[in-house]
């Protein structure tokens, strides 16, 4: 069974700029969500997918969005990147049968 | 917001050593989860674990819930067991709260 794939894995970009990622799932599994991890902060959650619906968010500001295929499919933005946006992204998806998550390999920004 | 906290934030031993990592959790929880990130950022699943004792090769894992402790033991480490273990915790709003991570270095 394949993983979580996440594209792309490695991106540079400037500021004022927008960014746009893409998580597949593992197959069968509904539920996406999407963390940031910065060496300031550790890792936060940003958001969470079920069904094309966004059912949890976390504290990030409006800048930050998301969305969920019918497919399952997730893509996040970013828009109007800043500095602080350099991080490593990470999307999980969730075994509908445990809860438990499993995450890609990431998407490495980094803001100039 | 639940609080996790981690312990030891470091630790360095040398091969063969055995290790317990800790991690201390504010509220009750359904879900707990230890992580080892590799060196290119993945998180990589070493238990789902939200009470009780499970085992896989060299690496066990225990959580008391009604005590919010968990443990994870690493026995006869190797230097591929380098890394940073994380503990996260889910509290029904299925969404992990990570703690700061436990940084292991082991030396040949």
């Known amino acids: 069974k394949a993983g979580v794939t996440q594209t792309p894995r490695y991106l540079i970009k400037t500021r004022g700029q927008q960014v746009t990622l893409s998580c597949s799932p593992i197959?069968?599994?509904?539920?996406v969500s999407w963390y940031q991890q910065t060496p300031g902060q550790g890792l936060q959650f940003l958001f969470e997918?079920?069904?094309?619906?966004?059912?949890n968010k976390g504290n990030f500001p409006g800048r930050f969005s998301g969305r969920q295929f019918s497919n399952s499919r997730s893509e996040m933005n970013v828009s109007t990147l800043e500095l602080g946006d350099s991080a490593l992204y990470l999307c999980?998806?969730?075994?509908?049968?445990?809860?438990?998550?499993?995450f890609g390999e990431g998407s490495r920004l980094t803001v100039l | 917001g639940i609080q996790v906290e981690q312990s030891p934030p470091d630790l360095i031993l040398q091969e063969g050593a055995n290790s317990t990592l800790r991690c201390n959790f504010s509220?009750?929880?359904?879900?707990l989860q230890w992580f080892h990130q590799n060196p290119w950022g993945q998180l990589i699943n070493l238990f789902y674990?939200?009470?009780g004792t499970k085992q896989n090769g060299r690496l066990s894992a225990t959580t008391v819930a009604t005590e919010r402790y968990s443990l994870l033991y690493i026995s006869s480490s190797q230097t591929t067991d380098s890394g940073v273990y994380f503990c996260?915790?889910?509290?029904?709003?299925?969404?992990?709260?990570f703690g700061s991570g436990t940084r292991l270095q082991v030396q040949p």
């Open positions: 996260a915790v889910d509290t029904g709003r299925r969404a992990l709260t």
């Open positions: 997918y079920f069904s094309e619906t966004q059912r």
């Open positions: 197959s069968g599994h509904r539920s």
């Open positions: 674990i939200p009470s």
């Open positions: 999980a998806s969730r075994s509908g049968g445990t809860g438990e998550l499993f």
């Open positions: 509220d009750s929880v359904n879900n």
